[in-house]
């Protein structure tokens, strides 16, 4: 990629420019100059937001004239071919809504060809999936599948969880289960599975990432050993490696999650292949990273069933605040925890991170390692340093060993003990391969520092890393939320209360442990304003927020694509977020029009 200049300060200069083929990816800005936020914007539907800005190649945020100039993806996504020439003006042209791969919604939104064709298909798949197609189990399957899950869990499946596995296992070849965070959901899935299995079917788990897969593996032993990435079966299916036909039966977890490609391409080899699909999730967690929000409009059009009892915690308060949160009534929940002493408040992020781990340290000692989650919803920068410091913490103690491998790319080099995480795939020779985000323990280093052995969770496989391998590895003590999503443990330690605040997150932060949450937030992040209690009303706010992704199919699309949009009164913003709010955290600039007017002093506002 070339560029005429260093810095521009609107588009204008682009148009000169006769060679962009694309542009800096919000991925190169580190997450302390809004990187973290970049990378979020980037991947929601195309929208006539006023505040945007495009990157230069050193990764400053630069304001444009509404939108995001990205990385070759983002591109695809905009509808324009990846390996394309785009030109500077075509580029402007896409960015504006005036090319014709660009279309305009009511309320001033945009969305692309591309966006607008997927979910179509993706709605119409799930139309016809949803007739009768002779996929019924029929009620012996589902008594013996049933049985079996009860002997497993020592208890009878609840009244709602028996209509559920009626509806999962009926004749049509879609079907949807709704599982908010702790209801069971688990146990529908394994009896689902096992009913099927008992019809004769071939039951195959899939998941968008590769350490919700494993955890749907480990918590569904019906499942065991036939779980993978949505990526992975498509490309096995694909490539004739795994069979997929009339007699399969594909479970998707956490379906909320799953964007717009990969659901694309999910529902059309279900609907060629004559299987059926099984999809299990909650639109109140968190979203896709990519466009998404499908999900919710399946479960419109499909047969479904919806859970509602919490298993997870038997505390009736808490069952409380988790339905409060969910419903985006966050102050009932925070009222509930800073009278049980759970939420605490610090001066500095810094502080309320550093008091964190302490906390959680304190925890692991009372309920073990793997039954204490420390939680962020941060920049990664920030989790490494979390990670850090709970190392360092365990290390006094006591607790890890002294040899140490150092690591490239990172601060902080491993010990005997550690809590790990994988951060891409891992192929050992001879063996499955770890997904990533898969976790374990550091169970051995080789005298000479030079290899180290990780067990990894639930299946207690070993695997020895050496050399360029080991940079696959990252401490495991704290974990962003969405590597926590659909994880349960005792207790959990959130840090959180900054712009990436949500109602999604808050929700998933707190319904994670059977046994209680506490919450750290800063001082400096809600405000000077009036005292504590004030601060935490605004923190209510902030979890008001949602950043729930909006399909573009809600809108009805505009027979003039642009017109609304180049009018510069138009107020809208992203459906998944208060982005205006957002930009003044970064000390947004005021905005301007493609020649650098001010848009703002010339409408006198």
Known sequence: MRWMGRTQNSLAGLEGSRSVTHVVSAASIPASRGGAYARYLE?????????????????????????????????????????DLVEGAD??????????????????????????????????????????GGRD?????????????????????????QD?????????????????????????????????????????????????????DADSPALAGQTMTIDSFIARAVADRLHVGPDTTVILDEAGMVDHRRLEALTGMIEHSGAKLVAVGDGKQLPSIGPGGMFDRIAAHVPAAELGDIHRTQDPEERKAWRALRAGEPERAMTHYRQRGQLHLRDTRDAAGEQAVQHWHALT??????????????????????NARAQHLRAEHGELGEREIALKSAHYGLRQGDRVAFTTQHRPTG????????????????????????????????????????????????????????????????????????????????????????WYVAREELGSEGDDLDRIARLGQAMRQTRAQT????????????????????ESGYDSGPLRPA????????????YGHDLDMDRGR
């Open 137 to 161: 189990v029929g009620d012996t399957a589902r008594a013996n599948a049933a049985s079996e899950v009860a002997e497993r869990i020592a208890a009878p499946l609840s009244q709602e969880q």
């Open 551 to 570: 399909p573009s199919l809600t809108y009805e699309e505009f027979p003039d694509p642009g017109q609304e949009f180049l009018d510069p009164g138009a």
């Open 91 to 132: 580029f402007i042209a896409v960015m504006e809504g005036r090319h014709r791969r660009v279309l305009t919604l009511e309320g001033g939104r945009m969305t692309t060809l591309a966006v607008r064709a997927r979910e179509q298909a993706i709605e119409r798949r799930a139309v016809q999936l949803a007739q009768p």
């Open 43 to 83: 991947s929601k539907t195309v929208e006539p937001e006023r505040g945007d800005y495009y990157l230069t190649p050193d990764g400053e945020m630069v304001q444009a004239p509404g939108r995001w100039l990205s990385d070759p993806e983002t591109l695809e996504r905009l509808g324009v071919e990846v390996g």
């Open 164 to 216: 559920a596995l009626r509806t999962l296992t009926g004749p049509e070849r879609a079907a949807v289960l709704v599982g908010p965070a702790g209801t069971g959901k688990g146990v529908v899935i394994d009896a689902a599975t096992r009913a099927e299995q008992l019809a004769g079917r071939k039951t195959i788990g899939v998941a968008v990432s590769g350490s919700t897969a494993e955890r749907l």
């Open 583 to 594: 930009h003044r955290s970064f000390g947004i600039a005021p905005r301007h029009d493609r």
């Open 365 to 386: 000692r009372e309920h073990g390692l793997r039954e204490v989650a420390l939680i962020a919803d941060a920049s990664n920068q920030e989790i490494d340093r979390l």
């Open 431 to 518: 063996q499955a391969r770890v997904e990533n985000g898969t976790r374990g323990e550091i169970t051995h280093i080789g005298p000479d520092d030079g290899h180290a052995t990780v067990t990894i969770d639930g299946s207690d496989r070993q695997i020895v890393l050496a050399g360029e391998d080991l940079e696959t590895l990252r401490l495991g003590y704290a974990a962003h939320i969405y590597r926590q999503q659909g994880a349960t443990v005792d207790r959990a330690v959130v840090l959180t209360g900054g712009w990436q605040t949500s109602r999604e997150s808050s929700y998933v932060e707190a319904s994670r442990a059977r046994q209680g949450t506490d």
